[in-house]
């Protein structure tokens, strides 16, 4: 497999170092993918408060690749994304006070709408070239694993997966390894993905999903988590359930969210 290619990114452009910081990435990582780079900045100037927004976006200065709307950026986003097939949105992350928003609005907006891969960076993030996997076993969880790979491929990261089951290893064993259908059809899957380390980068975990994986991204000094997430819902219900809005709460590094 390994065949998906990044071609085109679109970055929100927000201001502050976060925002600053997640476009110089993101130019980077087009260089390297010999990829179009889009910036869009969305002006919020005269529109109603939003709450939990924080300061409003006033515009800034365009060039080439470079383009301002006015409206609700996190919508505005999805919008150009979808008109300019976009292969990957890149956000500055921020951690914001807000029970309902804690990735920020306009994060939130895009994840729960956007049909593609978004990549969320922390101002902290120097580097992307240890990538971690987090796979629930399931047929549809595996849909993570292409776009994962085309971006593995262009940062030249090193890639680990990490399984975690609720269920004790002890039933799950034949005294060889773990044979439960979840962790075969994830083995079986990864097989095909050199680029992400094949089946022999799996990591089998058990306990709580959240902790576990945490635990592997301190293990394996990851700095950038794969999770799948599923579209729609109410403002700050990210993710696969719970788990995956609480990783997505919680995580420290940056995150690549794929739709599911």
């Excluded at 979808?82 to 890149?90: G, H, N, P, T």
């Excluded at 992307?128 to 993570?144: C, E, F, K, N, V």
Aim: glycine share 16%; proline share 5%; aromatic share 2%.
């Amino acid at each position: 497999m390994d065949h998906h290619e990044l071609t085109r990114l679109l970055v929100g452009s927000a201001g502050g170092d976060a925002g600053e910081h997640a476009e110089a990435l993101a130019r980077g990582i087009a260089e390297r993918a010999g990829a179009a780079c889009e910036v869009l900045g969305v002006e919020t100037a005269g529109l109603p408060e939003l709450p939990a927004l924080g300061e409003r976006t006033l515009r800034g200065s365009s060039n080439g690749d470079r383009s301002w709307v006015r409206g609700v950026p996190g919508i505005e986003l999805v919008h150009r994304a979808k008109a300019c097939r976009a292969d990957l949105i890149v956000l500055g992350r921020r951690q914001e006070a807000s029970a309902v928003h804690p990735l920020g609005r306009t994060a939130d907006t895009v994840i729960r709408r956007h049909d593609g891969p978004c990549l969320l960076i922390p101002a902290g993030a120097q580097r992307l070239d240890r990538m971690l996997l987090a796979l629930d076993g399931t047929q549809r969880g595996l849909g993570i694993l292409e776009p994962a790979a085309a971006l593995a491929s262009v940062l030249g990261a090193g890639c680990l997966s990490v399984h975690v089951s609720a269920t004790d290893p002890g039933t799950l064993s034949d005294g060889t390894g773990w044979t439960d259908g979840a962790t075969r059809r994830v083995r079986e899957a990864l097989a095909g993905y050199p680029t992400l380390g094949g089946a022999d980068g799996l990591r089998l975990r058990f306990g709580a999903a959240v902790r576990e994986v945490l635990a592997a991204l301190q293990e394996t000094g990851a700095n950038l988590l794969v999770v799948g997430v599923r579209r729609g819902g109410p403002p700050g219900e990210m993710g696969s359930g719970h788990i995956g809005r609480d990783l997505l709460n919680t995580v420290p590094v940056a995150i690549l969210t794929v739709p599911i």
